[in-house]
């Protein structure tokens, strides 16, 4: 067992198609709102439980901006993707999972989503406990976000490209697309 098995691993994206980073649009890069929910150590380290707020972010997160900074997304609001690129610099190859953005030395970079964006990430926006969504803002995404797999009728039987279920370092992952 390797030194990096100790430590924690965070949520990751795969940014299959997100159009915001093509033509080098403009993104928000801004503190987080305090206290937000989507700080909680259970929302960005992989298994958590701690429902402690921290100061490192996972890839990945749909958030809104409001006039506090990024937070939790809002329903009818402009949607972003917490997207800051990763530099591992130990570990095995392509493993983002030991990434984070460290809130005391960067902010946050959010890329605008534009309906028909995709992406893989190993968060399940959609996830319920007791007829109620885990994640925080999940209702706010329902009908915004749609999470597309091979079984799927329709959208997901269109290309072979929708059975994958991994990230690159094989970690299972869900595709989403956003649709407006």
């Known amino acids: 067992m390797a030194i990096y098995d100790y430590l924690p691993k965070y949520h990751q994206i795969e940014a299959n198609n997100l159009k915001a980073l093509q033509p080098g649009f403009v993104v928000a890069q801004m503190p987080f709102?305090?206290?937000d929910d989507l700080l909680k150590a259970k929302f960005n380290i992989v298994g958590s439980t701690d429902t402690t707020v921290q100061n490192k972010v996972a890839?990945?997160?749909?958030?809104s901006i409001s006039k506090d900074g990024l937070c939790t997304a809002a329903e009818d609001s402009v949607l972003f993707i917490t997207y800051n690129d990763p530099l591992v610099t130990f570990g095995p190859r392509?493993?983002?999972?030991f990434y984070a953005t460290n809130l005391d030395e960067e902010h946050v970079r959010a890329v605008q989503l534009i309906p028909g964006d995709e992406w893989m990430s190993d968060i399940d926006y959609f996830?319920?406990?007791s007829g109620s969504y885990v994640y925080p803002g999940a209702a706010n995404l329902v009908g915004r976000v749609v999470k597309v797999d091979a079984a799927n009728d329709g959208l997901g039987q269109s290309d072979d490209w929708f059975e994958m279920n991994e990230l690159p370092d094989g970690t299972p992952a869900f595709h989403y697309v956003f649709l407006g």
Do not use: D, P, R
């Open 33 to 35: 709102k305090a206290n």
């Open 59 to 63: 890839n990945g997160h749909i958030v």
């Open 94 to 97: 392509n493993h983002y999972a």
């Open 127 to 129: 996830a319920q406990e």
